[in-house]
T-cell receptor, first 114, second 112 residues
Framework: AQSVAQPEDQVNVAEGNPLTVKCTYS??????LFWYVQYPNRGLQFLLK??????LVKGSYGFEAEFNKSQTSFHLKKPSALVSDSALYFC????????????FGSGTQLTVLP | NAGVTQTPKFRVLKTGQSMTLLCAQD?????MYWYRQDPGMGLRLIHY???????AKGEVPDGYNVSRLKKQNFLLGLESAAPSQTSVYFC???????????FGQGTRLTVV
């Protein structure tokens, strides 16, 4: 069975500092990987995805993520955090083969302190 | 372009009552999903569909049924509601398996 782990429930960072939100995955075969953000009382919004190709993926709002196959990781990063980045972040994975399920991690609450 | 629309947005049920949540998408997407979100547990997949007329079980399907009679609609049914089904329910759709999913605004369900 495929799974996603987000080891940190909460990440705090000062405004202007770089941020990292961690994600590791387990899946049979090659993964399709996604990051989503959720603001209070809202649905999830897509940030970026890795399907194939370059391991460094750039997405919305200055976010990027690096796919590391050997470490089965897909960490979300941003060079300079904004207070408005404070939200709940979810990593998700789907196997590229016959499995169709999109599996989410438990989420990481990011708080950017002014 | 409405995207993914969920109906209703809020609902309170008594234990044992039944209800149906409606999800509609106007993007001609093949894949549709129903998730529930509970504090500290992220999103858990209830059921999903990879095309009109198809459905499949996800991680937590017990107590729920689904139907996809039309490509644009994905219905989630609770036959006999239980307090453990108190949650926020999200519907999502995607064009294919390697494309991003679009989410509805959620339905907050309370079972008393």
């Amino acid at each position: 069975a495929q799974s996603v782990a987000q080891p940190e429930d909460q990440v705090n960072v000062a405004e202007g500092n770089p941020l990292t939100v961690k994600c590791t995955y387990s899946v049979s075969g090659n993964p399709y990987l996604f990051w989503y953000v959720q603001y209070p009382n809202r649905g999830l919004q897509f940030l970026l995805k890795y399907i194939t190709g370059d391991n460094l993926v750039k997405g919305s709002y200055g976010f990027e993520a690096e796919f590391n196959k050997s470490q089965t990781s897909f960490h979300l990063k941003k060079p300079s955090a904004l207070v408005s980045d404070s939200a709940l972040y979810f990593c998700a994975v789907r196997a590229s083969g016959s499995a169709r399920q999109l599996t989410f991690g438990s989420g990481t609450q990011l708080t950017v302190l002014p | 372009n409405a995207g993914v629309t969920q109906t209703p947005k809020f609902r309170v049920l008594k234990t044992g009552q039944s209800m149906t949540l409606l999800c509609a998408q106007d993007m001609n997407h093949e894949y549709m999903y129903w998730y529930r979100q509970d504090p500290g547990m992220g999103l858990r997949l209830i059921h999903y569909s990879v095309g009109e007329g198809t459905t499949a079980k996800g991680e937590v399907p017990d107590g729920y049924n689904v139907s996809r009679l039309k490509k644009q609609n994905f219905l989630l049914g609770l036959e006999s509601a239980a307090p453990s089904q108190t949650s926020v329910y999200f519907c999502a759709s995607s064009l294919q398996g390697n494309t991003e999913a679009f989410f509805g605004q959620g339905t907050r369900l309370t079972v008393v």
